[in-house]
């Protein structure tokens, strides 16, 4: 049964159909990471906008996408979110999680607790190897220019 719903050209109704077309669709340049992978839509969605957008409501911001709280589950009621970039990033699948003083967070969260560029604390702890009290004590020298490498004389050698 077809419900009218006035809401074909929104942002919530483009998102329920990039969902469907992610985890359905062999063609779509995301279907790998989603359909492919086992990522499923629950049948009331896949059917139905209406139900999808009861669940979910209308989108916060522009700055909002649908997340899925646990990535190894499917888009179904409890499990999905409007989330920012930033939020999502915290939820990906790929995080690295370190436990430093007790407190488990990734990187991104460390980054941000810490003042500390993201690609620093990941080059120093995953690729190099650094013990996590290491990496988050060294201060990160900021790279200089050639011209400034060069030791300036001191005041007292100035004729």
């Known amino acids: 049964m077809n419900i009218k719903h006035n809401k074909s050209n929104t942002p919530e ?3 329920w159909d990039c969902m469907k077309s992610r985890c359905t669709n062999p063609n779509d340049k995301r279907f790998k990471y989603y359909g492919g ?7 009331e969605w896949m059917s139905s906008f209406s139900l999808f957008y009861d669940h979910i409501g ?53 980054s941000e607790d810490l003042c500390i560029a993201r690609d620093i604390i ?26 400034s490498q060069i030791a300036p004389s001191s005041p007292s050698s100035n004729p």
């Open 58 to 110: 209308p989108k916060p911001t522009k700055k909002h996408t649908l997340d899925r709280i646990n990535g190894n589950l499917g888009y179904e009621p409890g499990n999905v979110r409007w989330a920012t970039i930033s939020e999502q990033n915290n939820n990906s699948r790929n995080n690295h999680n370190i436990t430093f003083n007790g407190k488990t967070q990734n990187i991104q969260r460390w």
């Open 122 to 147: 990941y080059d120093r702890i995953i690729k190099s190897g650094w013990p996590v009290e290491k990496a988050f004590s060294t201060p990160v020298r900021h790279k200089k220019s050639s011209q």
């Open 13 to 15: 109704y483009k998102t």
């Open 37 to 43: 992978r086992g990522i499923k839509v629950c049948e």
